[in-house]
C-alpha cells in the first residue's frame, strides 16, 4: 500500500482555521485520499475522502494538489471539540476493504 | 438508527484466559474489521471478514481468531490471553463497493478496553 506522511502535532486557536498537511508522494492512479479523525475515547470517524478535485463538506475540505502527492484537511474554524488524532489514509478505488492507518497527527485547540 | 456495538466496554482478565470480545452492527454491512491500538499508536488490523463464512488473517493475527456465522456478527477470541494483548479493541464494518461509487466508509464502534494481568 502506498505510505502516507503526516506531522506528529499541531496546535491551532479556537476559531481560526487549521490546514493539516499530508504527504503521499507514492499514490497510485486509482487511489482515493481518506481522512478519518478519532476524538480523545472514542472510535475513528470519517471526515472526508476524494480523488482527484478538491471536496466540501460539512465537517471539513480537502485539498488535493494537482500532482496529487501530497493534500491538506482544512477545519474552516477550529473548535475545542476538532481536538483529535487525523489520519490521512490511502485507499483503492472500488475496494472497500480494510484501511492502514499511520501515526496521523495529533490536533491541539488552544482556546 | 443503525448501529455498530461493542461488548464489553472494558475487561480486566488473568493471563492464559480465553476471552471473547463481542461486535455486533445492524447496517447489514459485508465487511467487518477488528484493530487494536495500543497508547500512542495508530491502530493495527488484527482480523476482518468480506462476508459470513469469510474471516482473513490481518497484520498482527497471531493469538486471536475470528468467527463469521452471520451479518451482523464478528466476535473476537483471544485463545489464551497475554499481557501484550492488554490494548483497546476497535470494531468497524462497511459496504461493499463497487467501481468506487461508494465511500467505503468504515463505521468504527466505540472500543472495548481489555486489561491482561
Known amino acids: 500500500d502506498a505510505k502516507t506522511t503526516q506531522p506528529n502535532s499541531m496546535e491551532s486557536n479556537e476559531e481560526e482555521p487549521v490546514h493539516l498537511p499530508c504527504n503521499h508522494s507514492t499514490i497510485s492512479g486509482t487511489d482515493y485520499i481518506h481522512w478519518y479523525r478519532q476524538l480523545p475515547s472514542q472510535g475513528p470517524e470519517y471526515v472526508i475522502h476524494g480523488l482527484t478535485s478538491n471536496v466540501n463538506n460539512r465537517m471539513a475540505s480537502l485539498a488535493i494538489a494537482e500532482d496529487r502527492k501530497s493534500s491538506t484537511l482544512i477545519l474552516h474554524r477550529a473548535t475545542l471539540r476538532d481536538a483529535a488524532v487525523y489520519y490521512c489514509?490511502?485507499?483503492?478505488?472500488?475496494?472497500?476493504?480494510?484501511?492502514?492507518f499511520g501515526s496521523g497527527t495529533q490536533l491541539t485547540v488552544l482556546p | 438508527d443503525a448501529e455498530i456495538t461493542q461488548s464489553p466496554r472494558h475487561k480486566i482478565t488473568e493471563t492464559g484466559r480465553q476471552v471473547t470480545l463481542a461486535c455486533h452492527q445492524t447496517?447489514?454491512?459485508?465487511?467487518m474489521f477488528w484493530y487494536r491500538q495500543d497508547l500512542g499508536h495508530g491502530l493495527r488490523l488484527i482480523h476482518y471478514s468480506y462476508g459470513v463464512q469469510d474471516t482473513n488473517k490481518g497484520e498482527v493475527s497471531d493469538g486471536y481468531s475470528v468467527s463469521r456465522s452471520n451479518t451482523e456478527d464478528l466476535p473476537l477470541t483471544l485463545e489464551s490471553a497475554a499481557s501484550s494483548q492488554t490494548s483497546v479493541y476497535f470494531c468497524?464494518?462497511?459496504?461493499?463497493?463497487?467501481?468506487?461509487?461508494?465511500?467505503?466508509?468504515?463505521?468504527f464502534g466505540e472500543g472495548s478496553r481489555l486489561t491482561v494481568l
Open positions: 468497524a464494518s462497511s459496504e461493499s463497493t463497487s467501481g468506487g461509487a461508494n465511500t467505503g466508509e468504515l463505521f
Open positions: 489514509i490511502l485507499r483503492m478505488v472500488g475496494s472497500a476493504r480494510q484501511l492502514t
Open positions: 447496517w447489514n454491512h459485508n465487511n
